[in-house]
């Protein structure tokens, strides 16, 4: 049934005017370029596709082993969990719901979904349509609420699973409220790594660009740290990021509010670090102007400080660096050769290990940095950036036994089934047994 809906559910999302409406209706809630809204709307469907026919059914493969005698054999089963809760965070108002939901749904189980109420009318919308292709309507619960609300619920209805997706503070919290019945997605704070060997500098720039401001930078896996090796400082990358970055215009919402973070927030968390001795501000660091944006809400300029990775790794500064702003903020800074395992230390140190980058050809460089770190989703060679996570692979984080997937079909399994083993033993009865002496 749910191959026959997920094909219904892709077909619609392919057609122009279903797709402009839900990419419109993204806009009016979460504020992202109208490409970066049509992206999340086209990977979105592209995930239905993958999951049409038999493909739901091949999620639930199980696997056989022969037993001691004739009759007896191992059957490991995925199985569902049953009652379920899935929470979602405003940045990505289809994609992430839609993805997370069909996966419990496949699974076997019955989930109640809550996401940001900021943007819950587009996963409103987006139920009826899935209504309209054969989703039976008790298949799912979905509330609006706020956060105290749900967390009274989780507490009350006791889900045996929570998928939660945001911040790292509120997964802590729901961590300990559920006993650790939870997957986590939460907040990371990103690093890119640039190699020694320089190529392709326009390209390299762009994708820098895309990766630390687009969607103004609230993505969780939005470049907030990049380490470029000595031979890249010297070129004009810096230069040509900053002139992509002030080609961003409210107009276009390529830069846009931030709802997470105040500009005064922002403001007073770059003027700490601008105190670290060495550090400077390469460009940015000023107030959106000519908007009426609620100051409930940011809207500053795409900024980044640079600050010495020798300072960086002092403790008195590591925290500071090292806290995650969902916005258009990044740290830059550079390292010589001799200095790759001090960089190689300060990644490990981070709580948090979403996605990474490490921008180079060189295999043996490659080699050393990935052996020496954990991130979940690693992009790695020339083309690498931290964003931009199609459904073809896996998203999620790493090094933590609560980290969640998105997806593919290994993420769907890890998160939405547990497994169940069943050994069968039919006999025959042997002839000869003897009933062992009482213990």
Not at 222 to 236: G, K
Not at 369 to 398: C, D, E, K, M
Request: aromatic share 10%.
């Amino acid at each position: 049934m749910y191959g026959d809906i997920s094909a219904k559910a892709a077909h619609m999302l392919s057609l122009p005017k279903v797709s402009d409406f839900f990419a419109r209706l993204i806009q009016r809630v979460s504020p992202k370029s109208y490409h970066q809204a049509c992206a999340e709307v086209y990977v979105t469907q592209k995930f239905l596709e993958n999951f049409c026919g038999d493909q739901v059914r091949f999620l639930a493969r199980s696997f056989g082993v022969p037993g001691n005698h004739l009759g007896q054999q191992s059957h490991g089963f995925r199985w569902p969990y049953g009652p379920v809760a899935i929470i979602t965070p405003f940045n990505f108002p289809l994609e992430i719901p839609v993805l997370q939901l069909m996966g419990a749904l496949y699974m076997g189980n019955k989930p109640v979904l809550k996401v940001d109420s900021k943007v819950s009318i587009v996963m409103e919308q987006m139920l009826r349509l899935l209504h309209t292709c054969g989703l039976p309507v008790e298949d799912v619960d979905f509330i609006n609420c706020d956060g105290k609300t749900m967390n009274k619920l989780l507490q009350e209805a006791n889900p045996r699973m929570t998928l939660f997706t945001g911040s790292s503070r509120v997964a802590e919290k729901l961590a300990g409220d559920l006993k650790g019945r939870i997957k986590l997605e939460d907040a990371g704070f990103d690093w890119k790594i640039l190699g020694p060997d320089v190529d392709q500098e326009d390209y390299v720039a762009w994708v820098c660009d895309q990766d630390a401001y687009a969607c103004s930078g609230q993505k969780c896996s939005a470049q907030s740290l990049l380490f470029m090796h000595e031979n890249w400082a010297s070129t004009s990358l810096v230069s040509k990021l900053k002139g992509l970055a002030e080609r961003r215009k409210l107009e276009d919402l390529t830069i846009g509010p931030v709802l997470t973070f105040t500009t005064e927030s922002m403001l007073d968390h770059m003027k700490q670090l601008l105190e670290i001795p060495g550090s400077k501000l390469l460009f940015g660091g000023k107030p959106l102007e000519g908007h009426s944006i609620p100051s409930i809400y940011g809207a500053i300029k795409p900024t980044a400080i640079y600050v010495p990775l020798e300072e960086i790794v002092k403790d008195k500064n590591y925290e500071l660096v090292t806290k995650e702003i969902f916005g258009p903020f990044q740290i830059i800074t550079d390292y010589k050769s001799s200095q790759l395992p001090t960089v190689l230390d300060t990644l490990e140190k981070m709580h948090a290990h979403l996605t990474a980058a490490v921008v180079s050809n060189d295999p043996l460089f490659l080699q050393e940095v990935i052996g020496r770190s954990v991130n979940g989703t690693t992009y790695a060679g020339l083309r690498a950036r931290t964003t931009g996570a199609p459904q073809n692979h896996w998203f999620g984080p790493s090094g933590d036994p609560r980290g969640a997937g998105i997806g593919t079909p290994e993420a769907i399994k890890l998160v939405w089934s547990c497994h169940r083993e069943v050994i069968y033993d039919f006999g025959p009865v042997p002839n000869r047994w003897e009933i062992p002496p009482s213990t």
